[in-house]
C-alpha cells in the first residue's frame, strides 16, 4: 500500500513540525510521520511517573528558540491563535559552588549585577558591557541562526574582529578573559554548558555570551502545560491547514529512484511517496542507514563519520511534596533553574572523564522545578524535578556509585 502527497516529513520532532507547519500554510499537502505515539521529539511533556504529573522528558527551557522568528513574530500564530504560552521564572538560576557560596541570577539585570558584585564589582561592569556588545551582532546572529543555509551572511563575515575571534575561541577562554574571579567564572560555564558542548572546545566562545544574554533577556523561559504544548500547537497548525501528522509510524527506509529520494518506507511495510519533496529529522546517524551508501557519497559519509553530538548526561526524575531549597548568602532559595556550579577546571576535567567513560561523582548539576511557577504540571502543591549531570553513555563495570549530595 501507498499514498502520495505533496511533501513527506520523515519523523515529528519540532524542526520537523515547524517547517511542515510552514509548508502547509504556503498550501502543500503536508505528510508527517512520527515513530512514537505523540509527535514532538524531544519537546515532550509525559507521565512518567505518576498520572497527573507531567514530566519533561527532554527539553524544559525554550530560551534557545525565542529569537526564532516562528516565536519571535509569531509567524505561525502559535501564540495568537493555538494556544501557547510561556512562563519568564524569576530568579532566573540559582547555583551553589564548591566552597559554600551561592550565586542567584535575577531577570532584572541591576539586582543580577548586585549580585556579581558580591564577588567583583569588576565582573558586574564586564558583564553589562558584553549583554550590550551581544546586542550589536544579535541581528546577525538571528540571521545566520535562522535562514536556509546560503541566504544569510556567514557570521564571521557580518561581526567585527573581536567577535570573530570570540566565535574562534572556546567558552573557557572567554570567560577566562573576561572575567575575574572565579565563583563568577563558574557560573558562566554552568550556563554555557547547557548547550551539553565542552566548554574548553574551540568554537563555543559565543555560547559563553549568548546564553548568557539570552537567559537576561527571557529567563529558563517555559511553554505553560509543559515543553509538549510547543509541538501540539505545531499539529494543530498543520492540521487546520489541511496537513496530517501520523503517529506510531517508524520510518525504516527511504525510497530513492533515479538518484533522488522520493519517498519514505515505514516498519508497516507501508510506501509515503512525495511529488515535491521529502524533509527528515531523524538523527543522522540513523537517516544513513536507510539508504546504501553509494547514494549519500564519500564526503558527506566521512561528515557523519567525524560528527560528535557533544557530551551525554544522565536524567533523574522525581515527583515531590515539597520543592528542593538550596542554600544562598542570605537563606535559601527556590528557583525553577538551579544546580551545582563546578570550578571551571573541574568542569573541563569531569567533561573530558564523561568522554573516556568515567561516571561522574558531584560537579555540574542542573536541577529543574518547573511546578515552581507552572502548577498545572502536577497536583496541587506538589511538584515534578528533574535532575541532570554528565555521565558516560555506557560507563564500566567498576563505576563510581554516584552520591546525592546536601544541596
Known amino acids: 500500500m501507498s ?31 512520527d515513530a512514537r505515539c505523540e509527535a514532538g521529539g524531544g519537546a515532550a511533556s509525559e507521565e512518567l511517573l505518576l498520572p497527573g504529573y507531567l514530566i519533561d522528558s527532554c527539553s ?66 564586564s558583564y553589562r558591557r558584553l549583554l550590550r556588545e551581544y546586542d550589536e551582532i544579535k541581528p546577525a546572529v538571528s540571521a545566520y541562526r535562522f535562514n536556509p543555509v546560503g541566504y544569510a551572511p556567514a557570521l564571521r563575515d557580518a561581526v567585527s574582529q573581536i567577535w570573530q575571534r570570540r ?64 509541538p501540539r500547537a505545531l499539529v494543530r497548525c498543520i492540521e487546520e491547514h489541511g496537513g496530517r501528522v501520523v503517529t506510531e509510524r517508524l520510518v525504516t527506509g527511504l525510497v530513492l529512484e533515479n538518484g533522488r529520494c ?60 515539597e520543592p528542593p531549597r538550596f542554600r544562598a548568602h542570605d537563606g535559601e532559595r527556590e ?18 572523564d564523561t568522554k573516556a567513560g568515567r561516571v561522574q561523582d558531584g560537579g555540574w548539576l542542573l536541577c529543574g522545578t518547573p511546578t515552581l511557577v507552572d502548577p498545572s504540571r502536577a497536583p496541587h502543591g506538589h511538584h515534578t524535578l528533574k535532575v541532570l549531570s554528565p555521565q558516560p553513555w555506557a560507563p564500566g563495570r567498576n563505576a563510581a556509585v554516584i552520591r546525592h549530595e546536601d544541596l
Not at 510561556?86 to 549580585?115: K, N, Q
Not at 528557583?335 to 573530558?352: C, E, F, H
Open 3 to 33: 499514498e502520495t502527497v505533496d511533501v513527506v516529513v520523515a519523523g515529528g520532532g519540532h524542526n520537523s513540525l515547524v517547517t511542515a507547519a510552514y509548508l502547509a500554510k504556503a498550501g502543500l499537502e503536508v505528510l508527517v510521520l
Open 60 to 125: 524544559t527551557g525554550h530560551t534557545l528558540i525565542q529569537p526564532n522568528p516562528v516565536l519571535r513574530d509569531d509567524e505561525l500564530g502559535l501564540k495568537a491563535d493555538y494556544g501557547l504560552r510561556y512562563i519568564s521564572p524569576d530568579p532566573v538560576a540559582h547555583v551553589v559552588f564548591p566552597d559554600g557560596e551561592s550565586f542567584t541570577h535575577w531577570l532584572d539585570l541591576d539586582r543580577t549585577c548586585d549580585e556579581l558584585a558580591r564577588f567583583s564589582r569588576r565582573d558586574a561592569d
Open 167 to 230: 566565535l574562534l575561541l572556546s567558552a573557557y577562554d572567554v570567560v577566562g578573559y573576561e572575567y575575574e574571579d572565579p565563583h563568577v567564572r563558574a557560573y558562566m560555564l554552568w550556563q554555557a554548558f547547557q548547550t551539553l558542548q565542552p566548554v574548553d572546545a574551540y568554537g563555543t566562545g559565543l555560547n559563553a555570551i549568548s546564553i548568557l544574554a539570552g537567559r537576561q533577556a527571557q529567563s529558563w523561559i517555559l511553554p505553560v502545560g509543559g515543553s509538549g504544548e510547543l
Open 262 to 321: 522520493t519517498g519514505v518506507e515505514t516498519a508497516d511495510g507501508e510506501r509515503w511517496l512525495a511529488r515535491r519533496a521529502v524533509l527528515s529529522s531523524i538523527h543522522v546517524k540513523a537517516l544513513v542507514e536507510m539508504a546504501p551508501a553509494e547514494a549519500w557519497g564519500e564526503e558527506f559519509l566521512y561528515g557523519i563519520d567525524t560528527f560528535d553530538p557533544g557530551i551525554s548526561v544522565a536524567a533523574q526524575y522525581y515527583v515531590t511534596t
Open 335 to 352: 528557583a525553577v533553574s538551579a544546580g551545582l556550579a563546578a570550578w571551571p577546571d573541574d568542569l573541563v576535567q569531569a567533561v573530558r
